[in-house]
């Protein structure tokens, strides 16, 4: 199972971005898949995670401000963030669960700074 995220970077406070995985894994077979992330010094968190059902959780944090998306034929798992904080500074993992177990991507970094 591969994992492929991308789209990470610097930006300010306020600004939007953009992350994209690819996954090896049909989307339509996966049991749960989403974001994660770890901040320095920090557990890595559940950022958003959508289930096979379409139930979708955010943390408390991002709502409103955080969008999972998902593009099924193309195997595609999106993160748009917008309003971003300082306290968003994170490297961003992708995620995805299915029945031979969890799969991580190898990540990718943001950093929120003036």
């Known amino acids: 199972v591969q994992l492929q995220a991308s789209g990470g970077g610097l930006v300010e406070p306020g600004g939007s971005l953009l992350l994209s995985c690819e996954s090896s894994?049909?989307?339509?077979?996966?049991?749960?898949f989403g974001w994660y992330r770890q901040a320095p010094g920090k557990q890595r968190e559940k950022v958003t995670t959508v289930t096979h059902g379409g139930t979708v959780y955010y943390a408390e944090s991002v709502k409103g401000r955080f969008t999972l998306n998902r593009d099924n034929p193309k195997n595609m798992i999106f993160l748009q963030m917008s309003g971003l904080q300082v306290e968003d500074t994170a490297i961003y993992y992708c995620y995805l669960k299915d029945y031979r177990g969890d799969h991580w991507g190898r990540g990718t970094q943001v950093t929120v700074s003036s």
């Open positions: 894994v049909d989307l339509l077979r996966a049991h749960l």
